[in-house]
């Protein structure tokens, strides 16, 4: 049986997200077919809009999700129908080198649903990062469900799927934020806020947080940094040293992913410690450093998937912080909005606004 519901398309390059009737259809041995409750507005799905891999459209967008179990297909044993599941992106294939090496967050296949979701006339769609989740229905591979607690809102759960995955888990696992650390968190979206709770709980010392916007930064006071730095009026690299005694900080962590914003991070990092890429940068941005500044100033540059965090084991624990109190998730929650909205979100998410939406289905 194939399922009608309604979806956000992208159709081309620049074309506006537009919502469309999809045909997503029953699964197939190892897939879930998920009836979507809650869906965020990420800004990895802005990259998508220019296509999917090789420039492919149309393009199904959303990624960040929770929902509920309509069906599971055959073989399928870790979730089944009526259960609540956050999707993710990296459901790690087991059998690449990278898995076969105990390092599955560097899978090189991550499972996909093999049946394709389409338009009313046959077109496939490729649905983004995988997920495809701006959908009332979609269609994913088993391992892209993780079961969550239906305690937790659905708006609340989505996030786990991807920025507050990335962005805790930058300062948590890549960042390996120890007690006492300095760390500075550039840009202040979900993926840097989420940064800052993860330096926060891994006790840092002192969390900084710089952006160009002062709402943004208001934002971040409340996730409990210790100092802002407002990068439209002064240097960031000169702010997050004053506030570490000229020095830099332990940890930085780019939540943004632009050339400028990395060069900063790279800067306002103290010799021999950590910089971890955690924004999604754009396909086309390059950065440029002297080398000999790379070597001279030592420590790691990293930019492991979802800030080295695995959705399989970290989404659950993340969720457990939550209902203890210890990771308040309602702090990262926009405005609820309907599926026709999602246009002019993608635009207030350009112009900085923060938090940002979740589409309610
Ligand atoms: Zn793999
Ligand atoms: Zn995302």
Not at 118 to 129: H, I, N
Not at 292 to 321: C, E, K, N, Q
């Amino acid at each position: 049986m194939t399922h009608e519901v309604r979806a956000v398309v992208v159709r081309e390059t620049g074309a506006h997200p537009s919502v469309e009737t999809v045909l997503v259809p029953d699964p197939g041995p190892g897939e879930v077919l998920v009836r979507v409750r809650s869906c965020g507005i990420c800004p990895a799905d802005l990259d998508w809009r220019e296509g999917g891999p090789d420039g492919r459209f149309p393009v199904l967008l959303g990624h960040e999700a929770a929902g509920v179990v309509a069906a599971a297909g055959a073989g399928v044993a870790g979730v089944r129908p009526g259960d609540f599941v956050v999707l993710n992106p990296h459901a790690p294939c087991g059998s690449c080198r990278s898995c076969r090496h105990a390092r599955a967050r560097g899978c090189a296949a991550p499972r996909r649903a093999a049946r394709p979701m389409t338009l009313t006339d046959g077109t496939e769609l490729s649905p983004a990062l995988g997920v495809g989740a701006l959908a009332e229905c979609t269609l994913v591979a088993a391992g892209q469900c993780v079961k969550a607690d239906p305690a937790v809102s659905s708006a609340a759960a989505a996030l786990l799927g991807c920025n507050v995955l990335a962005g805790y888990g930058a300062a948590v696992h890549a960042g390996a934020v120890g007690r006492g650390d300095s760390v500075a968190v550039i840009g202040c979206g979900s993926v840097g806020l989420a940064a800052v709770a993860g330096a926060r709980a891994a006790g840092a010392g002192r969390v900084i947080a710089v952006d160009p916007d002062g709402r943004r930064l208001d934002l971040a006071e409340r996730f409990g940094v210790t100092g802002t730095v407002n990068s439209a009026r002064i240097d960031a690299v000169e702010g997050v040293r004053a506030l570490t005694g000229g020095l830099g900080a332990d940890v930085v962590v780019d939540a943004v992913g632009s050339p400028e914003t990395y060069a900063q991070a790279f800067y306002a990092r103290d010799l021999a410690g950590t910089v971890v890429l955690a924004g999604a940068p754009a396909r086309a941005a390059t950065v440029r450093l002297p080398l000999s500044d790379v070597f001279a100033r030592g420590g790691v540059l990293s930019s492991p998937r979802h800030g080295g965090g695995l959705p399989a084991r970290d989404i659950g624990a993340l969720l457990d912080l939550h209902l203890k109190g210890r990771l308040d998730l309602g702090a990262f929650l926009g405005p609820r909005i309907g599926l026709g909205d999602v246009g002019a979100a993608f635009e207030a998410l350009c112009h900085g606004d923060m938090p940002a939406p979740v589409v309610l289905l």
